[in-house]
């Protein structure tokens, strides 16, 4: 290991503040980063507290605390007062590091204040070298061989855990959902999981080819079965998928005629070439999925009820975005990741953006949610971190009005940027007075105090409240 000092001047230079807590909270180590983001000298530093600072008022939110309760990593953005009465944005990381009993012995907490972040990444931009700074985009294959199944919300979960077990046999699968849901990406989830794997999984949309080019696609066809055939012949999809998984999307739209075709192959596992006289052996597993309620095209007579019953045998049904809000801001940011990389971008969404995504009902669902993303990523305004874009103009006045502004006050491009047509400096000096009045009103039991803080009168401190109506 290092030298004690080496280690120390290296500590010293790290740009991140760090400091490190006992099992009770005090601060045992910190480095110069962090003295000088909150103005104390080392003394003062290791005379603090992580449990005392919220009833002081110095953090909005304690990262070690939680972190101490949790007993696990987590990270927060939060507001700090420093002891020289001045105010920043940080973002923090606590690890607890765990003793031999288990229970937290020390915590580390990491901290970088966010207006610097955003000076430094500001300056690697301008300073940007692109020999260093690209990074190859994914290739689209890259990206689809390994989908990965974002499911925070117990709805989800519940359906995974049943698809992961009716991976391991081969029982027919009917997924419906509306358009987005995921169908296709559970589909091939159950795939992966089978003992057919190793196997191709073959899909066809039965709505978008016509019936008889669908007829050829799936059954094949014979050299000469009909004009325009390929003199070769060729090998229908069913067949395509022996050993393997056959997933038929959008099951509801294979035409009437059809359907009987195909049912005597699923109850045979034997098909035929069109212009063939011999049956070929196909050993397939059935996935099917439908966007629409098979029961009522039962019902209208345009699904065959016995191709019905046939394939319902385990039907999994993803329930819309709006029944899951709790896979929203997961899915938000999972995609973020996926076009930061994909564009060579570093952003983040604002806590606003995410709110707004949440209350949103997204009729097109996760896909439309992926697009919406995609957008805000590549409209955003170059060089700041977090993405702020109000969502109105992509979603609809209707879909996020309900959804509070919440922005850094000191931040005036997030404000230009939330609001350009509204933007004038009387409004945002405006909205930095109710911002700094309204946080002075929270930390202070009275006006009077309020007044002591802002270093101005009560009488100002009681027409201001009323003119923000606080
Ligand atoms: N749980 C998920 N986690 C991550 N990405 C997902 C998830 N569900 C869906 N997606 C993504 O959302 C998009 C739409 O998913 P998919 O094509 O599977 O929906 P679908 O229900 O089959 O739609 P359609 O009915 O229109 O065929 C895809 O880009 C897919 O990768």
């Known amino acids: 290991m290092a030298n004690p000092l080496l280690m120390a001047e290296i500590f010293d230079n790290i740009n991140e503040g760090i400091y490190i807590l006992n099992r009770k909270g005090d601060y045992i180590y910190c480095n110069n980063a962090f003295l000088k983001m909150v103005g104390a000298t080392r003394e003062e530093a290791l005379r ?43 973002l923090a990381t606590a690890t607890p590091i765990f003793g031999s009993g288990g229970e937290v012995e020390y915590m580390l907490v990491e901290t970088v204040r966010l207006d610097l972040l955003a000076k430094r990444y500001q300056q690697a931009i301008l300073y940007e070298d692109d020999s260093t700074i690209e990074v190859p985009a994914l290739s689209p294959e890259r990206t689809r061989a390994k989908e990965t199944i974002i499911a925070d919300s117990p709805a989800m979960q519940a359906i ?32 992966r999981n ?49 050993g393997g998984t056959l997933f038929l999307d959008e099951i509801n739209s294979l035409p009437l005629a059809l359907q009987g075709k195909f049912l005597r192959v699923l109850e045979s596992h034997k098909s035929k070439r069109l212009g063939a006289v011999e049956e070929q052996e196909i050993d397939f597993r059935l996935l099917a999925a439908t966007n629409q309620n098979l029961k009522e095209g039962v019902l209208a007579g345009t699904f065959r009820a016995d191709l019905y019953y046939r394939l319902n045998v385990i039907p999994l049904e993803l329930p819309p975005l709006r029944e899951r809000r709790e896979d929203i801001a997961p899915l938000a940011t999972f995609f973020l990741d996926y076009y930061c990389k994909r564009y060579s971008r570093t952003k983040v969404l604002s806590r606003r953006v995410i709110e707004q995504l949440k209350a949103y009902d997204w009729p097109g669902n996760i896909r439309e949610l992926k697009n919406v993303v995609e957008r805000l990523l590549v409209t955003s305004a170059a060089g700041t971190l977090e993405i702020y874009q109000d969502l109105a103009p992509l979603l609809g006045e209707d879909a996020v009005r309900s959804t509070s502004p919440e922005i850094y006050p000191a931040d005036w491009e997030a404000f230009y940027q939330f609001d350009p047509e509204h933007f004038s400096l009387k409004a945002y000096m405006e909205f930095c007075e109710k911002h700094v009045l309204a946080d002075a009103l929270k930390r202070c039991p009275s006006s009077y105090k309020a007044a002591a803080l802002l270093k101005t009168d009560q009488s100002t401190i009681v027409r201001k409240r009323k003119k923000y109506g606080l």
């Not at 110095?58 to 009465?85: D, I, R, Y």
């Not at 081969?170 to 589909?187: F, P, W, Y």
């Open 194 to 242: 089978s003992s057919r794997a190793d196997a191709p999984i073959i899909e066809i949309n039965c709505a978008a080819l016509p019936e008889n080019l669908l007829e050829a696609e799936l059954f094949g066809y014979t050299k000469g079965a009909f004009t325009g055939a390929l003199n070769t012949g060729k090998p229908g999809l069913i067949e395509a998928a022996h």
């Open 48 to 90: 603090l507290n992580a449990f005392q600072l919220i009833p002081e008022g110095q953090v909005s939110v304690s990262v070690a605390v939680t972190a101490f309760t949790e007993k696990k990593k987590v990270s927060v953005v939060n507001n700090v007062l420093t002891p020289k009465g001045y105010h920043y944005r940080q």
């Open 160 to 191: 995974l855990q049943t698809a992961a077990q009716v991976a391991q046999t081969d029982s027919t699968v009917l997924i419906s959902g509306e358009t987005g849901t995921g169908k296709e990406v559970l589909a091939k989830y159950i795939h």
